[in-house]
């Protein structure tokens, strides 16, 4: 369900000529029982709303006063959100016989042709105030305020986001309030410009506008209608592809250079390709993007890679495992994104605990609209191919689902069917399209103008795919910083201490243990793989960080002792990486 809001005007929306009909207050009530919240945002006062609509309490929370207050019709709690202007404000009007002429609790309405006196009386007593204009209707509020803050007000005291918010209005005060939804809907009888601007216009006046809209919802209809201004943008087009490879809408670019996008909702998305090959770069871009655009993002991170992603809460470490409960709690607020960092939890119990938590955040979703994506890293290892079921049946039931792995043909074959659509990156992406490809028994897409090193996109089951130049990140995130620092990396990637004979069999897990090993072992097994140049090698090829590999091997080349290279050696990756002070309390594959 993408909608778990119904925000609706109340004059020539809801109501004509300040009357709702029963069939318009039938189809609320059935929006009510479908478990969606009902928002009312009106420019009335509330004491006049009140006493001309008694099925108030049919809406969760009423935002009154075009934005500056509002009312909880449960608790009977009113909240004025600004202060109203001074009262001698109001009796200059007065006296100069505006009428008609309301002052609510922070509000002034009146009507034209009294907008003269009123701007008047603004620059006489050098107020900061704005004039907002809704059919004839002139209302003074305090800067900043209008239906689509007092709609944010709103969404913020259910723990809603706007992205599930579908708002219908008629007049000009309500361009801000369905823009800030993520469905503006506008009724047969709104203004023309509204209409032409919004982004679903109805074919029913007033009421009838309102049953209809609800009916879409109800339907699910209104699910699968494409938004394209929330599209999220990926890249620009690349030569090579062809741009109708992935339908308008639904990441294309219009030509060489034109924008690549992602629809916010019901993606199925793999990102897929070689180590090294840009995977953590694109996502991250991606991510961040999103997490801008208010959508809220749960990374679930086994290694430590996004533990220094600065757009997001990390929840545990090296050295304490996050918690169900604790992952839970934070994400009740939509304005928070979090990384589940699984780094501190042993090998053998993370597919378990991913298993319990994705049904978690389907059920928060259920409740309230969010997450918005989750992002699966190393998803070959937590939804591997030997599993015949994975805890989620359908992409939408999370929103968007982002999936990254080394090899797609080694997910399982219930993640695959979740998959829409696969973004290859590194070195020949055409080799990781054929691979994933035959992983659903699909054709793959040719591989004529492909690039033999980049990103390319990929629409599941079209004959053609397109090159994309990801839009980058504004902060380039430190790579695998933490993972490589303290957690465990697998045993092809480990260095092992072996000395000229291979007498030992030592295995540094992360830089950590390296330190400490190399600290210990004996001077000739250290010398022995500093002439080989083995700790460059391992640093350039299993961390991927050239940059620090190169001022290795340069120790490496130099003559000096074996205490000296140690002593460099160590303060180079000290300099680099942050280590821990003390060693993590446990070995999370401590039975290898």
């Not at 009916?215 to 090579?240: F, M, N």
Request: charged share 25%; aromatic share 4%.
């Amino acid at each position: 369900m993408r909608y778990h809001v119904l925000a609706c005007d109340f004059d020539d929306t809801l109501a004509t000529h300040g009357t709702v009909t029963d069939d318009t207050v039938k189809a609320l009530e059935r929006v009510s029982r479908s478990g969606r919240r009902l928002l009312l945002v009106t420019g009335r006062e509330l004491d006049d709303l009140l006493a001309v609509f008694p099925h108030a309490d049919l809406f969760d929370l009423v935002v009154a006063e075009n934005g500056a207050l509002v009312y909880d019709p449960g608790e009977r709690t009113r909240d004025a959100l600004a202060e109203p202007p001074p009262e001698e404000f109001v009796e200059r009007l007065r006296g100069q016989g505006v009428t008609p002429l309301g002052a609510g609790a922070v509000i002034v309405a009146t009507r034209e042709p009294y907008d003269e006196q009123v701007n008047d009386a603004i620059r006489e007593f050098g107020l900061e105030l704005q004039v907002i204009r809704n059919k004839g209707a002139v209302m003074v509020l305090p800067p900043g305020v209008n239906k689509a803050s007092g709609l944010a007000t709103g969404l913020a005291r259910l723990n809603m986001s706007q992205h599930n918010v579908v708002a219908v209005g008629d007049a000009e005060n309500d361009h801000a309030f369905l823009t800030a939804a993520e469905c503006g809907a506008a009724v047969a009888n709104a203004v023309p410009a509204l209409r032409s601007q919004c982004d679903l216009p109805l074919d029913g006046e007033a009421g009838a506008g309102v049953v209809e809209l609800a009916e879409l919802l109800l339907s699910g209809e209104l699910d699968e209608r494409k938004i394209p201004r929330h599209d999220v943008l990926l890249g620009r087009a690349r030569s090579g592809g062809d741009d109708a490879a992935n339908g308008g809408g639904d990441g294309t670019g219009n030509g060489a250079g034109g924008e690549v996008r992602l629809p916010p909702y019901g993606t199925g998305l793999v990102v897929a390709g070689p180590s090294g090959g840009g995977k953590s770069t694109a996502t991250t871009a991606l991510l961040e993007r999103l997490i801008e655009a208010g959508h809220q993002c749960v990374v679930i991170d086994p290694e430590g890679d996004y533990a220094e992603f600065p757009e997001a809460a990390v929840l545990g470490d090296p050295d304490r495992p996050p918690g169900v409960e604790e992952v839970l709690r934070l994400l009740e607020s939509p304005e928070q994104s979090a990384v589940v960092n699984m780094i501190g939890m042993p090998l053998r119990d993370r597919p378990a605990f991913f298993t319990e938590l994705l049904p978690r955040l389907t059920a928060l979703r259920t409740r309230l609209g969010h997450p918005h994506w989750v992002v699966v890293d190393e998803a070959h290892h937590l939804m591997p191919a030997e599993l015949q079921d994975v805890p989620i049946k359908d992409v939408h039931d999370l929103g968007s689902l982002l999936m990254i792995t080394v090899h797609p043909e080694a997910l399982s074959p219930a993640a695959l069917r979740l998959v829409g659509h696969v973004l290859a990156v590194g070195d020949r992406p055409d080799r990781t399209l054929a691979a994933f490809a035959d992983a659903l028994g699909e054709p793959a897409p040719t591989a004529d103008g492909l690039p033999e090193h980049g990103v390319v996109l990929w629409r599941c089951g079209s004959d053609r795919a397109q090159p994309v130049e990801v839009e980058p990140a504004r902060t380039e995130r430190t790579r695998h910083r933490r993972k490589y620092a303290a957690g465990t990396m697998s045993k092809d990637k480990s260095f092992y201490f072996t000395g000229p004979d291979d007498r030992l069999h030592l295995r540094a897990r992360n830089l950590h243990t390296f330190i400490e090993l190399g600290e210990g072992v004996d001077e000739e097994t250290w010398t022995h793989h500093l002439g080989r140049g083995d700790y460059s090698t391992w640093i350039r090829e299993s961390l991927g960080d050239d940059e620090l590999a190169d001022e290795v091997a340069a120790v490496e080349r130099d003559e000096g002792d074996a205490a000296e290279s140690r002593r460099r050696v160590t303060s180079l990756i000290e300099e680099r990486y942050t280590l821990p002070s003390e060693p993590t309390r446990y070995d999370p594959d401590h039975d290898d």
